[in-house]
């Protein structure tokens, strides 16, 4: 049964520490996306690829946040210096676009960042 | 700009009655609509999407949803809740011809009285 990995299921972290959050997106998906999950803000998109590359991360604020895929099995986001406002569970998801956008996206269990 | 609105915070239900929670879109082109299912303490899953054809679309554990053009909205229902049916439950859509990203809702909380 393919699934959306990530880890760490939890980090609690101190302010100003740099935070490494990791996806493995499902195998033969090409899109990946990450979001982030908050009561005040509900679900918001901070970034997506498609084969590997950036195609928006508009949603992400550039001082702080990074996201990369150095591979295909791979997806990081980073946040460095991390803030308490950062704590939230950050989502990864993957989908497999072939041009027609129809196909759902398929999401993993989540990071639960809690920045003290 | 795709966007939806979920107008209900939360959804209360007695089991075994019907249950809706209602969603509008707002696209420039045709949608793509989508629900999905968030249990607590885990990510969010697919229930049901509507691509073309038949306005009512069947989906996972007995939902479904009726698309609206004239109304824009597609709402999701199920005829006969459950307890395990209390979740979080989101709507989103996608333009046909835009990008990729899904527009999701704010979310709606279900809950089951028994």
């Known amino acids: 049964d393919a699934r959306v990995t990530q880890t760490p299921r939890h980090k609690v972290t101190e302010m100003g520490q740099e935070v490494t959050m990791r996806c493995q997106p499902i195998?033969?998906?090409?899109?990946v996306f990450w979001y982030r999950q908050t009561m005040m803000q509900g679900l918001e998109l901070l970034a997506y690829?498609?084969?590997?590359?950036?195609?928006?991360d508009s949603g992400m604020p550039k001082d702080r946040f990074s996201a990369e895929m150095p591979d295909a099995t791979l997806a990081t986001l980073k946040i460095q210096p991390s803030e308490p406002r950062d704590s939230a569970v950050y989502f990864c998801?993957?989908?497999?676009?072939?041009?027609?956008?129809?196909?759902?996206?398929?999401f993993g269990p989540g990071t639960r960042l809690t920045v003290l | 700009a795709q966007s939806v609105a979920q107008p209900e915070d939360q959804v209360n239900v007695a089991e075994g009655n019907p249950l809706t929670v209602k969603c509008t879109y707002s696209?420039?082109?045709?949608?793509?609509l989508f629900w999905y299912v968030q249990y607590p303490n885990r990510g969010l899953q697919f229930l049901l999407k509507?691509?073309?054809?038949?306005?009512l679309v069947k989906g996972s554990y007995g939902f479904e949803a009726e698309f609206n053009k004239s109304q824009t909205s597609f709402h999701l229902k199920k005829p006969s809740a459950l307890v395990s049916d209390s979740a979080l439950y989101f709507c989103?859509?996608?333009?046909?011809?835009?990008?990729?990203?899904?527009?999701f809702g704010k979310g709606n909380q279900v809950v089951v009285i028994p």
């Open positions: 195998l033969g998906h090409n899109t």
């Open positions: 989103a859509v996608r333009e046909t011809y835009g990008n990729n990203r899904l527009a």
């Open positions: 690829f498609r084969n590997r590359a950036p195609l928006d």
């Open positions: 509507y691509i073309t054809g038949d306005n």
């Open positions: 998801a993957s989908g497999l676009v072939l041009g027609t956008g129809r196909d759902e996206q398929f």
């Open positions: 696209v420039s082109g045709n949608p793509y």
